[in-house]
């Protein structure tokens, strides 16, 4: 069964450095999505992307925050200077074009990131 | 204005006894729902949704959630807890459009003794 996959699964950076998160959506998949989940905290929606823009985001997703569609296959979630409350499990998701108004989102297992 | 409140924190059964987890939500738009289970580790699985068809709603490994407009609320249950239920469950809303944010609850965690 397809998945969706990300890498680095964990990654520790240093404050005010850059940080690249990476996934690979599922392949007929057209709208990819990235979430976060601080500790202990419930799950927040970050932004959306769809034809090469994005969709829609949240208050979260601030100018710290890029995403970028680099090649057929991959998906990814810049930081540009990380902070300590960065720290999370990021997960990424997609889903296929709405049809029918059938709507599911698949997530990948996470990449936790700790920022020192 | 979407939002999501799962009752409870924290749920604890014994193995072969039934499961219930609630949920309430509230929504300006007629909503899609969802029940996503995390394992320890594990990334987030889909388990069942509600797209406006039946609201009796089967998932996978035995579960089932009841839309009920009337007391909005989407509370998942299960006849029969394994061992291997033990997870966090969360309760998302949505729109139901592509490229929409999933609004996710506070997560249940389920306890199953044996």
């Known amino acids: 069964e397809p998945e969706v996959t990300q890498t680095p699964s964990h990654q520790v950076t240093q404050m005010g450095q850059e940080v690249i998160l990476r996934c690979v959506p599922i392949?007929?998949?057209?709208?990819f999505y990235w979430y976060r989940q601080i500790l202990g905290q419930k799950v927040e929606f970050l932004v959306s992307?769809?034809?090469?823009?994005?969709?829609?985001k949240s208050e979260i997703f601030d100018d710290q925050f890029s995403v970028e569609r680099p090649d057929g296959s991959n998906f990814t979630l810049k930081i540009r200077s990380t902070k300590l409350e960065d720290s999370a499990m990021y997960f990424c998701a997609s889903s296929e074009a709405d049809s029918g108004g059938l709507y599911e989102q698949y997530f990948g297992p996470g990449t936790r990131l700790t920022v020192t | 204005a979407q939002s999501v409140t799962q009752l409870d924190s924290h749920v604890s059964v014994s193995e072969g006894t039934p499961v219930l987890l609630r949920c309430n939500y509230s929504?300006?738009?007629?909503?899609?729902l969802f029940w996503y289970v995390q394992h320890p580790n594990k990334g987030l699985q889909l388990l069942l949704k509600y797209t406006s068809a039946a609201t009796l709603v089967k998932g996978i490994n035995g579960f089932e959630a009841e839309f009920k407009k009337s007391e909005t609320s989407f509370h998942l249950t299960k006849p029969s807890a394994h061992m291997s239920d033990a997870a966090e469950y969360f309760c998302?809303?949505?729109?139901?459009?592509?490229?929409?944010?999933?609004?996710f609850g506070k997560g249940t965690t389920l306890s199953v003794s044996s």
């Open positions: 992307f769809y034809n090469n823009e994005i969709s829609e």
């Open positions: 998302v809303v949505s729109v139901g459009q592509a490229g929409t944010a999933l609004i």
């Open positions: 392949s007929n998949h057209l709208y």
């Open positions: 929504s300006s738009y007629s909503p899609s």
